[in-house]
């Protein structure tokens, strides 16, 4: 064997089995004379007599490299080279045009027409090895990256999947919208920025006499916030808060929580609003930790913001919280929301703002509902521009009818 | 007229890395096939086909760049350029000498392949 030949070889081929060639040639002699010389270069070969058979080999065989010759009967090279190209399953193809032309403006029609290279036949055996070298170095790095590229594509497919499932746990941590209590009734939309919000909110008994709900909205986008928001909602369940507080107080629970949620490593926080209603008295208590949407909307029309300024959760560990108070009448409504429902941008960068968004639910006083919260959230998407907000967006409604 | 003349042995020999068995097999295989390649440039120009006449002239080209047989070669190729420049007139002369040429061609490899020694 030819040292030359069998000392570079192996540098051509990432995998210890021999390369396969497919050599497409109608011409016998010709044929015969390369397959010989690429086989005492340890390559296996393929051998087809025309530009169609030798298509069928390449899609059933896939060969690191294809040798075509230019001029052949039923279909020529480098109309087997377009095909090629045109076929996304193996358009990926090394391929070299092979002919006894050898005019530049050929050479230019070959490699237009989608040739990775050119080889004359009256090549130099020294020149034929280093083109079909050079080809499958090309297809050998070719195969690594589709298949590191393969590799990502089921990664990725597999982290959907996981997050899909996540993002299905964090849905079962929503209420269930209808009638919390006797003549309270709640609803909800929530619109996540990513696959997993880190928005979260729930309406919930205390006891018999009131009840409790709240909207929470971890800092930061995706897994991370998701899953802090999904341990601080566990942590707001009445059944855990009673280890730590003896009455539903707002300012209380956001005391307890704020020891609990310090600021991440990272600089990540809370902002939290939580409000109890009594059904006895039917005032509303509230506490806010740096949380600005909440508004209450009278049967009458009025809108008042249920928020005052407040330092976010977890930057002093003694805070403490103001509650204050309202009294609910009968058709008053509450809506908290997240700030992505106010903050949504317009294309200029102006943000919806408070303002528009309390003329919107002022429009909408005499609309059910369940039908005012897709509606603010349809008028938020329509200033956006787009269905996704770059932040979570989500509205809690509750009404009274007391 | 001698082997040397007609074809470059050492030349073809080199081609094949000195391979003479793949040499023998390449000059029997050449030996059936021209004389069909031939026919049909033949046919061609009969038919006043001049495509079909370049066709026919490159294939045989490809086959006899494996022999280092410059007389035919050029004579083939100058066959393949009347053939696509439609000038069918002064190809019946050219297509004349270069079978001519080819059958000397022939003779020489049909006496090469004698040599093959039997297995």
Known sequence: MNPEISSTQPATHVSHAPATILLVDDEPVSRLSMAARLKRMGLRVLEAGNGKEGLEILRRERPDLTILDWVMPEMDGPTVCELVRRDPAILSSQLILMTSHDQPEQIAEGLARGADDFLSKAASKQEILARVQSGLRTASLLQSIESARDQLRAKQEQMEDELLSAAGYMHSLLPRAGEVAPGIHMSWTYRPSLALGGDLFNCSRWDDRSIMFYILDASGHGVSPALRAASFATFLRAENLRHFVTANDPAAILAEANRHYPLTEEGYYFTVWIGSFDRTTHQLRYATAGHGGAVIQRRNGTIEWLTHAHLPLGFEPESTYELKTTQIEDGDRVILMSDGVYEAPAATGEVWGTERLAATLGALRSTALSDVLPAMMAEAERWHGASIFPDDAALLGLEFRI | ?119
């Open chain 2, 1 to 119: 007229m001698s082997t040397e003349a007609i074809f470059n042995l050492a030349e073809a020999l080199g081609r094949v890395d000195e391979d003479e068995d793949l040499l023998y097999t390449l000059a029997e295989l050449f030996v059936e096939q021209a004389p069909l390649d031939m026919a049909a440039a033949r046919a061609a120009l009969e038919a006043g086909d001049a495509a079909a006449l370049a066709r026919a002239a490159h294939r045989m080209k490809g086959a006899l760049l494996q022999f280092s047989a410059p007389r035919v070669l050029a004579g083939i190729s100058q066959l393949e350029a009347l053939g696509k420049a439609g000038t069918l007139d002064q190809a019946t002369t050219v297509c004349a000498h270069v079978d001519q040429e080819l059958q000397t061609l022939i003779t020489a490899l049909r006496e090469y392949a004698a040599k093959r020694p039997a297995v």
